[in-house]
């Protein structure tokens, strides 16, 4: 789908692993559903500047470079992470200009803030309320 500019949404309900640049340049993209989702590859959403809303699921156990640089400076995206355990990530995973917040289970806050390469957003992270 990269560089899809017609697409709006989409749900994939069987999927483990999105490859790299797999909705990379879709910028009219704003809801994607992916609950199996094991693996996000590398520049999975970037450019996807009006996606200002992704929640990971907690079978995402790795999420490459670049992956989740989505939204802009005026659409600034909101992150929910499901999972207990932080996914692996690398320092370069998120644009952080383009972060809102990252949202983790109540009572995960400073195991996420502490993970490997999870300092860089740590100012971003906030627990659920719910």
Do not use: H, Q
Not at 56 to 66: D, E, K, L, N, Y
Not at 69 to 87: A, D, W
């Amino acid at each position: 789908f990269d560089s899809c500019t017609s697409l709006t949404s989409i749900s994939i309900p069987n999927v483990t692993s999105l490859d790299g640049s797999a909705f990379r340049r879709c910028t009219s993209l704003t809801s994607i559903s992916m609950p199996s989702v094991t693996s996000i590859g590398a520049s999975a959403f970037n450019y996807c500047s009006v996606l200002t809303s992704l929640t990971i699921p907690s079978t995402c156990t790795r999420i490459w470079a670049g992956a989740l640089k989505c939204g802009s400076s005026t659409n600034r995206c909101t992150f929910t992470f499901e999972g207990t355990t932080p996914p692996s990530i690398e320092t370069t995973t998120f644009n952080t200009s383009y972060i809102n917040k990252i949202i983790v289970p109540a009572g995960c806050g400073e195991t996420y803030k502490t993970a490997t390469n999870w300092t860089t957003v740590a100012d971003y992270i906030v627990e659920a309320t719910e």
